[in-house]
């Protein structure tokens, strides 16, 4: 009984030992053979080409408060149509995925004739060859650091630096920060509010009406009423845009929709109260308080449009670059003494694996059962690969 309890740790001391011996017995190919790969793997290291990496840093342009931001409570919806196109969560992550856009890529690859220099057929592949040799990340604090690799140091850096110029001309075509994304929204309204009032102011001066035709009519109250329009229109604005980024539930919403409603009450009793027109003068009082209410509308956003305009002037969209991309001294790649080492280890790791699966087999042509299973296996092996 004692035989038999103690007969698996014999076998396990036994076949740690033959482990053993079979290290022993191979400790030259074991010792020698990784040295010869890493020696080789070091002298083929010096026959490749050096490659330098050059480095800038730069602070992207930041998402502030502007001053007008606090003022867009008076235009409500127009407020929050614009707040809402404006949220941006990590900004510097969009900025990231702009350097690798292809309108990035194109403009460096014509610039530094790349398609040439890294021997690409199709602009595709060149794209391909330079986003390999381009590492951009962005920190904690914001900063984005950009690397690139390149066999001429100068390039590199040369490189290096053309992406933040490229990234600098892009955010001039687009609008990323919320001053510029408001500039955009007040100048297509204030385009197009434009056109409207023009058309209203001539639409005034064909009538052949002056001014002193109105004389019994008081014109303030035409004007409290057309302003008044232009009022419900910015809530209408307002809710429409509410709608997309907000619930019916929400209270903002609720609050937004009650204003509109008091609003649009106050438009139906001063539309009671507007003064009637004498005879011949009702296409000019249509008209007129067609002006006004345009009129109205073109100041409210004649005046958040040149807000939006200071508060982008101020902000800037401009790219800080902390540190410019200088010519590397010493090159980064290869780093011979690293591929020597992991060259002898991976030698090493094969030719251990490659001694203990041999001893095994030499040890299993000695038991006839497992003799004759190799045996199966070989005559398996040839008649797959089609042998006699």
Same mark, same amino acid.
């Given at each position: 009984?004692?035989?038999?309890? &103690?007969?698996?740790?014999?076998? *396990?001391?036994?076949?740690?030992?033959?482990?053993? &011996?079979?290290?022993?017995?191979?400790?030259?190919?074991?010792?020698?053979?990784?040295?010869?790969?890493?020696?080789?793997?070091?002298?083929?290291?010096?026959?490749?080409?050096?490659?330098?990496?050059?480095?800038?840093?730069?602070?992207?342009?930041?998402?502030?408060?502007?001053?007008?931001?606090?003022?867009?409570?008076?235009?409500?919806?127009?407020?929050?149509?614009?707040?809402?196109?404006?949220?941006?969560?990590?900004?510097?992550?969009?900025?990231?995925?702009?350097?690798?856009?292809?309108?990035?890529?194109?403009?460096?690859?014509?610039?530094?004739?790349?398609?040439?220099?890294?021997?690409?057929?199709?602009?595709? *592949?060149?794209?391909? !060859?330079?986003?390999?040799?381009?590492?951009?990340?962005?920190?904690?604090?914001?900063?984005?650091?950009?690397?690139?690799?390149?066999? *001429?140091?100068?390039?590199?850096?040369?490189?290096?630096?053309? &992406?933040?110029?490229?990234?600098?001309?892009?955010? !001039?075509?687009?609008?990323?920060?919320?001053?510029?994304?408001?500039? !955009?929204?007040?100048?297509?309204?204030?385009?197009?509010?434009?056109?409207?009032?023009?058309?209203?102011?001539?639409?005034?001066?064909?009538?052949?009406?002056?001014?002193?035709?109105?004389?019994?009519?008081?014109? #303030?109250?035409?004007?409290?009423?057309?302003?008044?329009?232009?009022?419900?229109?910015?809530?209408?604005?307002?809710?429409?845009?509410?709608?997309?980024?907000?619930?019916?539930?929400?209270?903002?919403?609720?609050?937004?929709?009650?204003?509109?409603?008091?609003?649009?009450?106050?438009?139906?009793?001063?539309?009671? *109260?507007?003064?009637?027109?004498?005879?011949?003068?009702?296409?000019?009082?249509?008209?007129?308080?067609?002006?006004?209410?345009?009129?109205?509308?073109?100041?409210?956003?004649?005046?958040?449009?040149?807000?939006?305009?200071?508060?982008?002037?101020?902000?800037?969209?401009?790219?800080?670059?902390?540190?410019?991309?200088?010519?590397?001294?010493?090159? #980064?790649?290869?780093?011979?003494?690293?591929?020597?080492?992991?060259?002898?280890?991976?030698?090493?790791?094969?030719?251990?694996?490659?001694?203990?699966?041999?001893?095994?087999?030499?040890?299993?042509?000695?038991?006839?059962?497992?003799?004759?299973?190799?045996?199966?296996?070989?005559?398996?092996?040839?008649?797959?690969?089609?042998?006699?």
């Amino acid at each position: 009984m004692t035989d038999t309890t &103690h007969a698996p740790e014999s076998e *396990d001391e036994i076949s740690l030992l033959d482990l053993l &011996h079979t290290v022993v017995n191979n400790l030259r190919l074991l010792i020698i053979g990784p040295l010869v790969v890493g020696l080789a793997a070091l002298g083929i290291s010096f026959a490749v080409p050096p490659s330098f990496t050059a480095t800038v840093k730069f602070l992207p342009p930041q998402q502030q408060q502007s001053a007008a931001a606090s003022m867009l409570a008076s235009l409500g919806g127009l407020g929050g149509l614009a707040g809402a196109a404006a949220g941006l969560k990590n900004p510097a992550d969009q900025y990231l995925a702009f350097m690798k856009s292809n309108s990035v890529q194109d403009e460096l690859i014509e610039r530094f004739k790349l398609q040439e220099r890294y021997e690409t057929k199709f602009k595709e *592949d060149t794209r391909l !060859a330079l986003t390999v040799n381009t590492r951009a990340s962005s920190g904690k604090d914001g900063i984005i650091t950009v690397q690139i690799d390149d066999k *001429d140091p100068k390039i590199a850096a040369d490189l290096a630096n053309a &992406h933040v110029d490229e990234l600098q001309k892009l955010l !001039a075509r687009l609008a990323v920060t919320e001053a510029q994304q408001r500039r !955009a929204f007040f100048e297509k309204q204030l385009t197009q509010v434009k056109e409207k009032f023009t058309e209203a102011e001539q639409a005034l001066r064909a009538t052949g009406v002056s001014s002193s035709v109105l004389k019994s009519n008081p014109t #303030s109250a035409l004007a409290a009423v057309a302003g008044l329009k232009a009022q419900v229109t910015v809530q209408e604005v307002k809710v429409g845009a509410m709608r997309g980024y907000l619930a019916e539930t929400a209270p903002d919403f609720k609050q937004a929709m009650t204003e509109l409603a008091n609003l649009r009450a106050q438009l139906v009793k001063q539309e009671k *109260d507007e003064p009637a027109a004498a005879a011949g003068q009702g296409d000019y009082v249509a008209k007129f308080r067609e002006f006004k209410y345009q009129e109205t509308l073109f100041e409210l956003f004649a005046r958040q449009f040149e807000m939006a305009k200071v508060d982008e002037s101020r902000e800037g969209a401009v790219i800080q670059v902390l540190d410019a991309a200088q010519p590397p001294e010493r090159k #980064s790649k290869p780093k011979k003494a690293l591929i020597a080492i992991i060259a002898t280890l991976t030698a090493g790791i094969a030719l251990l694996l490659f001694v203990f699966i041999r001893q095994a087999l030499r040890n299993g042509t000695k038991d006839e059962q497992t003799a004759g299973k190799l045996a199966q296996i070989k005559r398996s092996w040839n008649e797959a690969l089609g042998k006699a």
